[in-house]
């Protein structure tokens, strides 16, 4: 008796958890999808497969955000922060497998027109808002599309609503803070033997 009332009581733990994980992951869902003005959200995904549809649109995007920085690797003697320039990409990537813009990408995603961030050696500046370690962002703009040999080639959110638009970060949705956002890089320093080569080069005289 005692070891069939054991049983129903794992019984309703196990249903317990299962509804509460069931719960979870619906939530999750929902607030990847949801937009916070009852317009309808689209993933990357969705936005590709009716591109023709919504170019030049207002529309709202739900993305993973992707942000890459990328420098150049011209050599300074001496060395200097203001010798290379560095420049921030942000953009919506899409997570599904499949891609329906195989011709450009091997991932399918959006690029936004802001924040813009650009720098030297040393520190990068963004703005109007800060990208670094945001998983999700949810953004209203509009879309602008490229084509190229007549078919949608890239696509770009412009002008978006900073006001109305989230950036998911630690488990939640919320406003995107606006403003000017500085990071250090590194400091500028020259690379062992390259300027004592550079000036020899230079020095050495012309057969």
């Not at 010798?83 to 329906?100: A, D, M, P, Q, W």
């Amino acid at each position: 008796m005692n070891f069939s009332i054991q049983n129903k009581k794992t019984t309703i733990v196990a249903i317990s958890l299962l509804l509460l994980i069931i719960f979870v992951t619906a939530t999750s869902f929902f607030l990847l999808k949801s937009n916070f003005k009852g317009k309808e959200c689209y993933q990357v995904t969705e936005v590709w497969k009716d591109v023709r549809g919504l170019a030049g649109k207002r529309i709202c995007v739900n993305g993973k955000a992707e942000y890459s920085i990328a420098t150049t690797l011209s050599l300074c003697c001496p060395a200097s922060c203001d010798c290379n320039e560095t420049f921030g990409e942000v953009r919506l990537i899409s997570e599904e497998k499949i891609t329906y813009n195989p011709r450009v990408s091997i991932i399918d995603y959006i690029s936004l027109d802001s924040p813009t961030c650009k720098g030297n050696e040393c520190q990068i500046t963004c703005s109007p808002f800060n990208p670094e370690g945001i998983e999700y962002f949810h953004l209203i703009g509009t879309l602008s599309v490229t084509s190229r040999n007549g078919e949608p080639a890239w696509l770009k959110l412009t002008d978006l609503d900073m006001q109305n638009s989230r950036q998911f970060v630690n488990g939640k949705w919320e406003p995107i803070p606006t403003g000017t956002f500085v990071k250090p890089l590194a400091t500028a320093t020259p690379v062992p033997n390259s300027c004592e080569q550079l000036r020899l080069d230079i020095e050495k005289p012309k057969e």
